[in-house]
């Protein structure tokens, strides 16, 4: 048996253009820029106030995202495990209620669709977010299973409280049981007499929380947050998407469709990838039962590697933007960098780019040429590029949060 049920609650008017999240209303008022785009058919700001001040509220505070416009999906029925385990590339047979874990699934070539996370939310009901939306390829993966599959990106509000202070800011918002949540967690549990649920997740490489509710209660929890504003002891702002992608690429982590083709979205052959080639092979569990994409990815493993996603720091404070690569040896093209950020921290530039291998191994000394502008007058420039192993920052929580040790120290690391 198969069922499908779509956008059962409409809180925006079917005539607009770029719908309204359920915070909308608050969210204009802290948009002080006027600065909005498209996320996925909502509107969404790039940026509120200034992005500095954006960015520093997640490294050195308390940031607000509003994640509304992510893609989710709610799986459910007799076979909603048999069905995500053959979905993904990772093993989720084991996945506990109240666990969330990240995966990635791929189609019957080995090459990439989407990335994202699975929410174990109670004992044989899953939720599913993704980047893109994935409703189309659900249904046709789900034929012959006894499954249901609603997509509810429209009906769960939802918001990210991230920085060293989220805990103690949700702590004192009213959000009991915080001290015993772990990693990768849920908690199911009430706020001024509505229900959220809060996981311990987040794209942004620091402490923090998703708070996840029905759409009528999203003014509610955002007065709820920023009530503790008030108080004098906490720095609480809203933040866009132009601060979230600088974080993630701080945190080394990618973005589909930025980073990488997915294989729906390329049009050229060789222009896909795999999870080998975007440094996702450690999610991979060849021992599990058939998954989608197994065959194919098996016989890629016995194979050298002939280009890979790579972490990457340019020399030098000129921005590298879709910047060519090159091996100064060889006098060749190799690569291009996809997505770059200046780190107010580390004072450095870091960089997600695409490097072709050779016999499994990156070229020994990459250049990036890079183009700028000065005095109306483009410049070109060479910098130096080295490869980072392990993310550009690392956070290490000296303790876990507790009402005792509320805000989370952190040391960064250049790698």
Known sequence: MQSVEQEKTTLHDPDEVLKHSPFHDQLEKHCRLRNWMSWNGYLTARVYDTLASEYFAIR????????????????????????????????????KPLRVTYVAWCNDEGKILDDGTIFHLEEGEYRLCSQHHQLDWLLMSS??????????THDVAALAVQGPTSYSVLCAAGINGLDKLKLFGILHTELNGFKVMVSRT?????????LWTEPVNGLALWDAVFSVKDSGLYDIRAIGLAALEMVRIEAGFIMPGDDFNTAETAIRTGHDRSPFEIGLGWVINFNKPHFTGKKALQEEKGRPIKRRLVKLMVEGNKPPVDSFLYDKKKGQRVGTIKSQMWSPILKANLTL?????????????????????????????????????????????????????PISYAVFCLK
């Open 353 to 405: 780019a695409d490097i072709e291998y050779h016999k499994g191994k990156p070229p020994a000394e990459i250049w990036a040429e890079i183009y700028y502008q000065k005095e109306l007058e483009w410049q070109v420039t060479w910098a130096r590029c080295r490869i980072s192993k392990d993310p550009f920052l690392s956070l290490i929580h000296i303790s876990e949060p507790t009402r005792r040790t």
């Open 60 to 95: 050195s505070s308390c940031s607000v995202m509003d994640l509304t416009p992510m893609e989710k999906y709610r799986i459910t029925g007799p076979d909603a495990l048999k069905f995500l385990n053959r979905l993904v590339v990772r093993d989720v047979s084991k996945l």
């Open 202 to 210: 987040g794209y942004t490489g620091d402490l923090g929380y998703e």
């Open 143 to 152: 034929l012959g299973m006894d499954v249901t599959i609603v997509e509810e």
